[in-house]
């Protein structure tokens, strides 16, 4: 069965640090992940620090070049993620619209190309972002959770820009249950994995998530022989 990995880096920790560790990691497994940079103002940033350029993820873009450099899939998150966490999914078509397209010239200024997919903070949409991944001719998109791709449709609002929903359910929401404990989060993710779907298993990750933590599923995955491939090869098999 497939296994896919994805990364969400929205902090300047994440950025920093956490980017490089993950890359180590799937090297040494030689695993290929999708990553999704966030340009704007950190998640771990305080309310006066998020107004310094220097504490905004572009003034890591060169950290973001070795994710593409190492064969990995580098897609665009919203430019300000914690913005984009608790307001996008009742937002209207202005909001969306004007900080989709902040994220867009951060990406152009940043990397000389236009972004070829995207992912949602915290899992966060709505059907004036499904319409602009289609406007914008995005090669994909992986902004909910589901079972299997799909084209996705929102208050009869059509995208042709396939979505690759996140099916393992994230470790914030595990952790926020109180149910596990963090020394066997690794049984129940490793349990939950194993349903079979079409399209295999997508797991995502922050870039701050503890590496140790990711080296257990990564070990255990392989033990029972699972094939990872990054979002774009999903992408292109759905098609």
């Not at 969400?8 to 994440?14: Q, R």
Request: glycine share 6%; hydrophobic share 45%.
């Amino acid at each position: 069965m497939r296994t896919t990995i994805s990364v969400s880096v929205e902090t300047i920790s994440g950025a920093t640090a956490g980017v490089e560790r993950l890359l180590a990691l799937f090297s040494a497994y030689e695993i290929k992940a999708a990553f999704f940079v966030s340009l704007g103002p950190g998640r771990d940033s305080g309310f006066l620090r998020r107004l310094a350029a220097s504490n905004h993820l572009l003034a890591h873009a060169d950290v973001f070049r070795m994710i593409g450099n190492a064969g990995h899939d580098l897609g665009m998150a919203p430019w300000d993620a914690s913005a984009w966490a608790s307001g996008a999914a009742h937002a209207d078509r202005a909001w969306t619209l004007t900080h989709w397209q902040r994220a867009v010239d951060s990406w152009q200024d940043a990397f000389n190309a236009d972004p070829s997919s995207h992912a949602a903070t915290d899992l966060q949409a709505n059907p004036w972002l499904f319409a602009l991944e289609e406007e914008s001719n995005l090669a994909f998109a992986s902004d909910v959770l589901g079972k299997s791709p799909f084209l996705p449709v929102m208050q009869n609002i059509e995208s042709r820009c396939v979505q690759l929903p996140v099916t393992l359910a994230p470790l914030s929401v595990l952790r926020a249950t109180g149910k596990y404990q963090e020394s066997t989060l690794h049984e129940e993710l490793f349990a939950s994995s194993q349903k079979i779907l079409p399209a295999g298993q997508h797991w995502r990750i922050t870039a701050d998530e503890d590496p140790g933590l990711v080296e257990k599923m990564i070990v255990m995955w392989k033990g029972s022989s699972r094939e990872f491939l990054p979002l774009s090869a999903v992408a292109e098999a759905a098609a």
